[in-house]
């Protein structure tokens, strides 16, 4: 079955160090995948998408990488601060369900002062 | 923010009764989720519909049905609750531009259930 895995320990990094989240997935080959951001208490909120033949995405202080060979999405935070610190979800679209997301557990980053 | 309201946003029942969870959209978008998320497991599809009266079972639908009568709303019904059910309940709304250009999905807030 299709799998996507995020670490699931939690991320503890400085204020002003680059924060990198992993996503891997196993048994499919999405053509996009996306990345969400989920606040205590509030749904997803939609961050950015990256097609298979893109290599790297980029959104003020985001970047995502999408490597198909390896089956991996890398999310950077640069320059991170305290008010990023949420849970990060990682997810592909499956047309055999009306494109719903399927997500990752998703990874916890808390970025301390 | 994406027009999307869940009600209730909390509620306490207890075993064995019919719970009815609704969500309402006004960006008339053709796709509707129902999610249910829960330490340990992640968001989890429960049913979604892709247009009105059009529905189709998700990864956990088991104990949920679903009705789409209207383009705006989208119910989640649970026949018999059961302490199994105790989870927070996101309904989320998509608009499929083309299957390559990738979809955005927009969630509601949520609404917590629990089952005693």
């Known amino acids: 079955s299709q799998k996507i895995e995020q670490n699931s320990e939690a991320l503890n990094i400085q204020e002003g160090k680059t924060a990198t989240l992993t996503c891997n997935y196993t048994n499919y080959s999405p053509a996009y995948l996306q990345w969400y951001r989920q606040d205590p208490g509030r749904g997803p909120v939609f961050l950015l998408l990256i097609r298979e033949n893109e290599k790297e995405k980029r959104k003020e202080r985001l970047k995502v990488t999408f490597d198909t060979t390896l089956k991996q999405s890398l999310f950077h935070i640069t320059a991170s601060q305290p008010a990023d610190s949420a849970t990060y979800l990682c997810?592909?679209?499956?047309?055999?369900?009306?494109?719903?997301?399927?997500f990752g557990k998703g990874t916890s980053l808390l970025v301390t002062p | 923010d994406a027009g999307i309201t869940q009600s209730p946003r909390h509620k306490v029942t207890e075993t064995g009764t019919p719970v009815t969870l609704r969500c309402h959209q006004t960006?008339?978008?053709?796709?509707m989720y129902w999610y249910r998320q829960d330490p340990g497991h992640g968001l989890r599809l429960i049913h979604y519909s892709y247009g009105v009266k059009d529905t189709d079972k998700g990864e956990v639908s088991d104990g949920y049905s679903v009705s789409r009568s209207k383009t705006e709303d989208f119910l989640l019904t649970l026949e018999s609750a059961t302490s199994s059910q105790t989870s927070v309940y996101f309904c989320?709304?998509?608009?499929?531009?083309?299957?390559?250009?990738?979809?955005?999905?927009?969630f509601g807030e949520g609404s917590w259930l629990t089952v005693v």
């Open positions: 989320a709304i998509s608009e499929i531009m083309d299957g390559n250009s990738g979809n955005t999905i927009y």
């Open positions: 997810a592909f679209s499956n047309s055999n369900s009306g494109y719903a997301l399927n």
């Open positions: 960006e008339n978008h053709r796709y």
